[in-house]
């Protein structure tokens, strides 16, 4: 049975310890962070049931981390519990009012806290029962991206059946190519969907004995995705130096196909993509993935969460927004660093910071 995660964030030591070392001990797996900003680095990839949280810390406080956990689509929904030795009038009334789900007073009792966390723990796990629904976005933009490959499909299927003794081999294999290119679209909509789902519930291993090498999995990706982007071959430009990496040959082809499928897809035809890799470090390989495309605003980059799309219809974008989030997921989950540094209408620039595999340290 999978334990409930509680994310405790305090910065006073002695409280986080012995309320960590209580609650491990009650069968929850914890995770402790010292500020706003440490917890934000959690929950990046690790996802709990429940968050409780000091006010005042530094670097980052209690209610910036709230607010922020609020705007995510991902977190918003997580009951988040104010803890606090501050005293001041009214000051549990205003937390509530900006939508914690219940405060307490240090200090506080053992058996209040318990049962504190009990209840809001029930409560969650019945609200995600009643909604656990694969997809947090807009339903319209769900519904267009497996219906659009599936009539592709179907439609294919129609005219070859209706015309079977009437089309010549080309026609037919035009016909063909299309189901495919439907079916791999439509296959890649579901894959995304239940791979969101494994790590939204913190069910996806990774195994600290997966590599791959870079260069050989980077070819066969740009195979994969050119069979989409017809004579389009001559925009990938890349130099890319052989490495093992600490990361399994599946989740960095996921990587590769969806940040390189983004940057041309929103770039202009004229435009060429850049990818370089080489090895940064003792530690780390360096990969960057430069396009010359529409960006993103200072505004987009701060709300780049799951299912988060910007200005779909102007920019007749296909998708359900959750490539670039799933990536960044999976990077910190094996320990890697992504950055990324954008401008309106001038492009973006991916640096992704992957583990070197054990044997390539040495």
């Known amino acids: ?37 440490e917890a934000l680095d959690i929950v990046a990839y690790w996802i709990p049931d429940l968050i409780i949280c000091d006010i005042m810390m530094p670097i980052m406080d209690g209610t910036k981390f709230h607010e ?3 705007e995510n689509k991902s977190l918003v929904a997580i009951p988040f519990i104010f803890m606090t030795a ?24 053992t058996k209040e806290l318990l049962n504190i ?15 656990n629904n694969l997809y947090v976005g807009e339903k319209k ?37 299309a189901i495919k290119i439907s079916g791999e679209r439509l296959n890649r909509t579901m894959q995304n969907l239940i791979l969101y789902e494994s790590l939204k519930n913190n069910e996806l291993n990774f195994s600290d004995n997966e590599q791959c090498e870079i260069l050989n999995v980077f070819w066969k990706t740009k195979k994969k995705i050119l069979t ?9 430009t890349f130099e890319i130096d052989k490495s093992n990496l600490k990361i399994s040959k599946k989740n960095l082809d996921f990587i ?76 910190k989950k094996i320990k890697g660093v992504f950055s990324i540094i954008s401008n309106e209408n001038k492009g973006t620039k991916i640096s992704l910071f992957l583990p070197l595999s054990p044997e390539q340290l040495h």
């Open 1 to 37: 049975m999978n334990k409930n995660k509680i994310l405790l964030v305090d910065d006073e030591l002695n409280i986080r310890e012995t309320t960590t070392e209580l609650l491990i001990y009650k069968n929850y797996e914890v995770k402790s962070a010292n500020n706003g900003q």
């Open 68 to 70: 922020i956990v609020k």
């Open 86 to 109: 501050k005293k001041e009038n009214n000051l549990m009334r205003k937390c509530m009012l900006d939508g914690a789900d219940d405060f307490i007073s240090k200090p506080f009792k």
């Open 117 to 131: 966390i009990a209840t809001k723990i029930d409560r969650f796990q019945k609200i995600k029962n009643v909604h």
């Open 141 to 177: 933009y769900f519904l267009h991206e497996v219906n659009t490959p599936l009539n592709g499909i179907l439609g294919s299927i129609d005219l070859l059946l209706d015309n079977v003794n009437n089309l010549e081999k080309e026609d037919r294999k035009t016909f063909y190519n």
């Open 228 to 236: 989409t982007y017809k004579n389009q071959e001559n925009r990938i």
């Open 256 to 331: 590769l196909f969806e940040l390189i499928d983004n940057a041309l897809k929103f770039s202009p035809t004229n435009t060429i993509i850049i990818i370089s890799g080489e090895k940064y470090n003792d530690t780390y390989y360096e990969l960057i993935i430069h396009d010359f495309g529409i960006g993103f605003s200072p505004e987009e980059l701060k709300t780049i969460n799951a299912a988060q799309q910007f200005n779909r219809d102007e920019r007749e974008q296909q998708g359900l927004g959750l490539g670039l989030y799933l990536s960044k997921t999976i990077i």
